[in-house]
């Protein structure tokens, strides 16, 4: 197996990138291609006393950038780190892809250079929240801003596939992301979606509210891409605030100081359950091939992390089962009609 | 002024409403209607020793429940607490309305008994959220799952005229909820929605990431009633969940215990940001009479804290002031056709 990793995508590249795939290469056995900048890739490493052991690398001189449009990678950046990757996938040479880089141009190079699958109205990113007891899979959380009732519907098709053969969830509890838990309640989008999810082949369990979402109530939480992002970054935005409100009151002075010592070891457990790095990456789901989109903020652990979800996607054809899933739906929605 | 308060709305109705309508009648010195059961509200009252001093009762026999129907409240439920209230302030005997009750009843019978201004497509629900440093107004909330862009540019010359009537802020900054600050970012509702803001004569400060809304970013932030809701109760979940993890690690053992025992008081002081009793009631805007929608778990104070509302909503004459920001949009509209 061979997985082809950006190696400047995101906020600790190229450093942490390479250092997460030699992790990777020795504690898995796979074989990684790294893309970007030889040159920089070489200098890096042996500034830092990484040895790159027989890590391949697919010379790129470019590289797309946060402030790059995401539509650049087909055109301007068609040299770039991820363009080039993406490339390896399509044609073959690699059998997944794993990016920190800008999550548009993850998309559209998904979407238009590895391709969708056959039937797949759209790709939808998802990543994994910590709930209290736990985690669950948010889906779409950006990949498209405007969503019909059938492609939520495939959302939750992909996503059950996923979690199923990745994460290892026997029967994934698939919620839709709704204002009440009812049947008749939502937008025009979500009464729709319901109908469609509650016919597809998946443990649909209908409606989820979003102050349960902590609550450990599903394993993956259905909605359109717009309601998705705003989701993930008010739960990104909500939990950081208060962790630092939090951490005010424990710096007021030398007694709360010496107070907050005391509760450290649960403190950092509960800061390590908000921390991106043991999550890993974010399926881009209903490609061709392989895609894990991580984190920008990715360490070298995180990297890692999402070098493993992509090995685990290949290893468990989690693309084999999403169109399986496919089609059986598709037999149903016939058979209704 | 003459406010009137449904006695039977909320999880601690009537006893905690009673009282808080006691204390403000007391603070401000205005009128106050009870609609209610009379027999079961004297009761109430002599059981807990509250002097009723000269608060006027309106009888009503039912109560609309959480788990009715909104549009109850028009017929079955006709005579309910709730129903009587609004009836009271359609035919011009209260000046205001404030209930804890369901918000679906409220919406309803705040945009079909009060009804909506001439002009307003519909009536929308803001809600004040803390940030660090204070707090901003999320609406719509949930009155409206399906919103057109029209709809958001009237929410947004809506919260404009509230806040500075009622919260007393000389020029707020409304933002619109979105997944990027650029202008070209969103699904179709905020491209068009941010046009029609843009242009009307409001201090509309753009677009509004839902990382930043933490963050004292601005005074409003506008959305369609199927995301606020979402994001509100998000905000919520999020928030009380991270609260009990700490609880968690703060009550771990002995010595756990002690140490949060000398945090304490910066602790509280966290919690009551987020205590909703310090913050009031929602109002539901657009309509001919002010409407405030207490938050369902209110204690007497929230109660008092909602009438205030209500009382400056009426004083500083809220209503002429969105009539006002409308007719002055609609003069924009027409000069640019």
């Known amino acids: 197996m061979k997985i082809v990793v950006d190696a400047f995508g995101g906020d600790n590249a190229p450093l942490q990138v390479i250092k997460g795939a030699v992790m990777a290469k020795k504690e898995y056995g796979i074989d990684i291609i790294l893309t970007g900048s030889k040159k920089e890739i070489v200098r890096c490493a042996e500034e830092n006393k990484i040895s790159l052991i027989d890590l391949e690398i ?91 009732p059938e492609m939520l519907a495939q959302f939750g098709i992909m996503a059950s596939a996923y979690l199923k053969h990745v994460a290892g969830i026997e029967n994934p509890g698939i919620g839709l992301l709704n204002i009440g838990t009812e049947e008749t309640k939502g937008d025009e989008l979500r009464l729709k979606s319901f109908k469609l999810l509650k016919s597809s082949p998946i443990n ?87 895609v894990i989109k991580a984190h920008g903020s990715s360490n070298a652990v995180a990297i890692k992390n999402a070098i493993r979800q992509a090995k685990l996607f290949v290893e468990n054809d989690v693309t084999a089962a999403i169109i399986n899933g496919l089609a059986e739906f598709e037999k149903v929605e016939q058979n209704e009609i």
């Open 204 to 290: 649909f369990i209908g409606n989820v509210e979003a102050r349960e979402l902590t609550e450990d109530v599903c394993d993956a939480c259905i909605t359109d891409g717009f309601n998705g992002n705003i989701a993930l970054k008010l739960y990104e935005g909500v939990s950081l605030s208060i962790m630092s409100m939090f951490r005010n009151v424990f710096k007021q002075n030398l007694k709360t100081k010496i107070a907050a010592s005391v509760l450290m070891p649960g403190l950092m457990k509960l800061k390590a359950k908000f921390d991106y790095s043991e999550v890993g990456g974010a399926p881009l789901l209903g490609l061709r091939k392989p």
């Open 58 to 148: 697919y010379d790129a001189q470019d590289v797309i950038s946060m402030e790059d449009d995401p539509t650049d990678i087909l055109k301007q950046k068609s040299n770039s780190s991820m363009a080039v990757a993406f490339k390896l996938v399509a044609d073959g040479v690699a059998d997944a892809f794993v990016s920190a880089g800008s999550t548009g141009a993850v998309v559209v190079g998904g979407s238009l250079i590895v391709k969708r699958l056959k039937g797949i109205k759209r790709a939808a990113l998802g990543t994994v929240l910590p709930t209290k007891n736990g985690n669950f899979m948010l889906m779409d959380v950006g990949a498209n801003a405007d969503c019909r």
